[in-house]
Every structure is written in structure tokens, then in C-alpha cells.
């Protein structure tokens, strides 16, 4: 049963610390998307990548957050230096172009 | 961008009973997902319909793309049913880009 998977499941850091979370996609998808979720904003598109290449990545604060996949089956995305506001839960999903999208178990960050 | 409404917000029903989520949309789109988030918190895939009708056991779900709606059905409802329900769709501009509505918080009690 191919599913995505991320890593850690749970994150608490104190802020300015680095924090990096990590990916896997289904094998064989080409589209790679990460989302936050909150309370507040609900869910969001932080940025996503086709044949690994970045397409978009509006959805994030470029100071501090980067997205990266130096392969087909890892993805990351780093935040330097984390804030208490980054607190979130981070879903990674993964999918093709036009279909459906398969979202991993999230990594619940909370920055003290 | 496209907006993405849900109703209703919240939504409790006793077990065995029927109910009808909607989800309106401003523009066309490509996509239509419903997900169910389970109090663990995992996002779990119920339909990809961005147009027709689809039934997977007691859930079934109909969009109808050129009013720019889609209903989700949720019969003879159980406890393992509540959680939250979303919405999700990507714009005919999008490039598969998920747009999430706010979600319909369902409780069924025993």
C-alpha cells in the first residue's frame, strides 16, 4: 500500500533553532506539494515542485523557509530561524499532474 | 484566486442518521477532492470528483461543474465518521495547486 511518508511525526524546538522536515513520496508521482495547516488559516499551499523542480513557492516566508528535492524521493523543508508563529501542523503530498493528491501523516512543529 | 465555501460548519447527528455536506466553488476547476481529517489528524482521500457522481460504500459524492458545486452524502453515519470534512479544488489556472475550504466539523454521537 504505497503511501507518503514524513519525518518527524513531532517537532517541539525553541525558537531560532533550525528545524528540518522531511518527505518521501509515492514512488512514481512527479508532483510534490507542501501544506500548513492552522486554526487560524486553515490550509495552505506553502510551495510545490513537478520532476523536481520548484514551480511555486509564493506560499512561503523567504526568509526563513526553504524548499528543496535533491531527489526523486526525498523532499525537505527547513525553516532558519523558526518563530512561535511557525507553529503548525506541515503536510507533505504527492500526486500527478491531474490527479489525486495523497497527503502524508504531517509533522506537528511547535516553536517555544 | 478561487474561493472555496463550505457548508454547514458544523454539523452534529446521532448514529444512523443521514446527512448532506456542500461545497461551493467561484470558478472552474481542474480538480475536486473531499477528504476526511480523523482526530489523529490524517488527511484521508474520499473522492477526486471535479465532475459526476461517485459512491464508495455509505459516502457518496456528486459535483456539478457547471454550477460550481459539489455534494458530499454521508449515510447511516457511525462514530468513526466525525472528524472534519474539506473541500479542496485547483483553478483551471492552478497548476494543481489545492485550494481547501474551511471545513464542516462532524459529530456523530452514539
Known amino acids: 500500500d504505497a503511501r507518503v511518508t514524513q519525518t518527524p511525526r513531532d517537532k517541539v524546538t525553541e525558537m531560532g533553532q533550525e528545524v528540518t522536515m522531511r518527505c518521501q513520496p509515492i514512488?512514481?508521482?512527479?508532483?510534490v506539494f507542501w501544506y500548513r495547516q492552522t486554526m487560524m488559516q486553515g490550509l495552505e499551499l506553502l510551495a510545490y515542485?513537478?520532476?523536481?523542480?520548484?514551480?511555486?513557492d509564493s506560499g512561503m516566508p523567504k526568509d526563513r523557509f526553504s524548499a528543496e528535492m535533491p531527489d526523486a524521493t526525498l523532499a525537505t523543508l527547513k525553516i532558519q530561524p523558526s518563530e512561535p508563529r511557525d507553529s503548525a501542523v506541515y503536510f507533505c503530498?504527492?500526486?500527478?499532474?491531474?490527479?489525486?493528491?495523497?497527503f502524508g501523516p504531517g509533522t506537528r512543529l511547535t516553536v517555544l | 484566486g478561487i474561493q472555496v465555501e463550505q457548508s454547514p460548519p458544523d454539523l452534529i447527528l446521532q448514529e444512523g442518521a443521514n446527512s448532506t455536506l456542500r461545497c461551493n466553488f467561484s470558478?472552474?476547476?481542474?480538480?475536486l477532492q473531499w477528504f476526511h481529517q480523523n482526530p489523529w489528524g490524517q488527511l484521508i482521500n474520499l473522492f477526486y470528483?471535479?465532475?459526476g457522481t461517485k459512491q464508495n460504500g455509505r459516502l457518496s459524492a456528486t459535483t456539478v461543474a457547471t454550477e460550481r458545486y459539489s455534494l458530499l452524502y454521508i449515510s447511516s453515519s457511525q462514530t468513526t465518521d466525525s472528524g472534519v470534512y474539506f473541500c479542496?479544488?485547483?483553478?483551471?489556472?492552478?497548476?494543481?495547486?489545492?485550494?481547501f475550504g474551511q471545513g464542516t466539523i462532524l459529530t456523530v454521537h452514539p
Open positions: 470528483i471535479p465532475s
Open positions: 479542496a479544488v485547483v483553478g483551471g489556472t492552478s497548476y494543481g495547486k489545492l485550494t
Open positions: 514512488l512514481g508521482h512527479n508532483t
Open positions: 470558478d472552474s476547476v481542474n480538480n
Open positions: 503530498a504527492s500526486g500527478t499532474r491531474s490527479d489525486t493528491q495523497y
Open positions: 515542485f513537478r520532476n523536481r523542480a520548484p514551480l511555486d
